[in-house]
């Protein structure tokens, strides 16, 4: 079956310093990763995108990695804000069919 | 564009009873799916549609149905409420199945006594 984890651990992390999340997966090889930002009693909302043949995607802010050798993801955030924090989900999807980590609850102290 | 909307945001219901949860889109998307996402589970694809007229099971689809009539509408029928079926309901759509992001609607939160 299809499988993808992330650090069930809420982070927290001081303002100004870069929050590392990781999404590992298991049983198959995406062709791309996507990281969502859910807010407490919303949806989620897409953020970024990596394809398998990118090592490295930036938006503003936000980097992610996608390392097929280890299956991974990681995501940061640099310059880290009060405002970033929220859950961020990792996802991909086999054909029809998207599957999403637990998230991992990221807590920016000022 | 309102994007992707959902109703009711809350409900609760008794064991037994049914009811539907209502997801429209105004993105002329033709990928629609819903999720439950339960505490230390994560999002789980309940059932998903490639367009009018065409839907299929996801990961978890027991205990609900589904119909695509419209591009715009997504409805999801709980037949016969179970305790089991509490959860919060998420809605999303795509431009194209398979992806490659997804909109999200606000989601419904249930409650099943």
Known sequence: SQKIEQNSEALNIQEGKTATLTCNYTNYSPAYLQWYRQDPGRGPVFLLLIRENEKEKRKERLKVTFDTTLKQSLFHITASQPADSATYLCAYNTGNQFYFGTGTSLTVIP | ?113
């Open chain 2, 1 to 113: 564009n309102a994007g992707v909307t959902q109703t009711p945001k809350f409900q609760v219901l008794k064991t037994g009873q049914s009811m539907t949860l209502q997801c429209a889109q105004d993105m002329n998307h033709e990928y629609m799916s819903w999720y439950r996402q339960d505490p230390g589970m994560g999002l789980r694809l309940i059932h998903y549609s490639v367009g009018a007229g065409i839907t299929d099971q996801g990961e978890v689809p027991n205990g609900y149905n589904v119909s695509r009539s419209t591009t715009e509408d997504f409805p999801l029928r709980l037949l016969s409420a179970a305790p089991s079926q509490t959860s919060v309901y998420f809605c999303a759509s795509s431009y194209m199945p398979g992806g490659p992001r997804l909109f999200f609607g606000p989601g419904t939160r249930l409650t099943v006594l």
